[in-house]
């Protein structure tokens, strides 16, 4: 057999490709923070699914933080009587499907990722970033949807109320049976469903001799390309063109950069794009 005519999207087995969509909400931010709701889609590529909805009771006492309770609303009462996360029925499926020949999507995915890693999830998927694949694909300031709302930010529930309509997000409600609203795990999975969509989309209208399985590793590649800052969000040169900037202070982004990389260098947690734009910008001039 030639090596293109080899079906990439079925393993060993033959079973077909999965794209598995999940949100966690958390007890707090920290590294030891535990998962306490989990929702998940998990699709094949002709779109039949599995539906996942779990509360999570916490282990050692863990109570949830204060803040985190703010966001998305779950009280520590409501986890009375459920199995903990590594009991659940979407950490046992996960750890099944957790081969290369299936996806793992999320939107921020560092994140969700880190809390399945604290129970001991080691991630051998093809991982897609809907947020840093939306760095790549919109700009900011892009005009979209019907109203023509110019795109502020990356956040998912910007996107929604963006390029959703009412009757869109009803439809879809009524297909997975579910209630949608902000900061809660399955509302925010079927918007996530919805988004993603859209992401294949725009990567094939990019590239029309695209399939989904082309446009799936396109994902997966951006999701690990670092992005190309245009724009200061914080600082004194808050809105400012980077490239601006380096003409009138290019001590401030030298001075930038090296602690961005001490950060790094230490293991600390930074924003990789923003690295990578100093770096790629102070090493051109």
């Known amino acids: 057999m030639d090596l293109f005519d080899f079906d990439f999207s079925e393993n060993s087995d033959g079973e077909k490709s999965k794209i598995i969509l999940f949100d966690t909400e958390t007890t707090g931010t920290n590294s030891d923070d535990q998962i306490i709701e989990i929702g998940a889609i998990v699709e094949d590529l002709d779109e039949a699914y599995e539906q996942y909805y779990e509360l ?3 282990t050692n006492n863990k109570l949830i933080d204060v803040n985190a309770m703010a966001v998305h609303g779950i009280r520590n009462e409501e986890l009375a009587g459920k199995q903990p996360f590594e009991q659940s029925d979407f950490y046992k499926r996960v750890q099944e499907l957790n081969t290369p020949t299936n996806y ?10 880190a809390r399945l890693e604290y129970y001991g999830f080691s991630a051998k998927c093809k991982l897609i970033d809907t947020l840093q694949c939306a760095k790549h694909l919109f700009e900011l300031g892009e005009v979209l949807g019907e109203w023509d709302y110019a795109l502020p930010n ?3 529930q910007t996107f929604r109320y963006i390029l959703f309509n009412k ?7 009524k297909k997975y049976g579910v209630d949608i609203k902000a900061h809660n795990a399955i509302g925010d999975v079927v918007i996530l469903k ?9 990567v094939q209208k990019q590239n029309p ?8 590793n396109e994902l997966v590649e951006l999701s690990s390309k670092p992005v190309l800052v245009k724009t200061f969000n914080f600082g004194k040169y808050k809105g400012k063109l980077i490239k601006a900037v380096l003409e009138i202070d290019r001590g401030y982004l030298e001075w930038l950069y090296r ?6 260098d230490s293991g600390e947690s930074i924003d990789e794009n923003m690295y990578s734009t100093l770096k790629t910008v102070l090493e051109q001039r």
């Open 56 to 58: 999570c009771a916490t």
């Open 104 to 113: 793992l999507v999320a939107h921020n995915l560092p994140f969700d990722l």
């Open 154 to 156: 990356y956040k998912l």
């Open 167 to 173: 009757e869109q997000e009803d439809s879809i409600a």
């Open 194 to 202: 919805m988004f993603f969509d859209v992401l294949i989309e725009r």
């Open 209 to 216: 001799n695209f399939d989904k399985q082309d446009a799936l």
């Open 259 to 264: 602690d961005i990389k001490k950060k790094r």
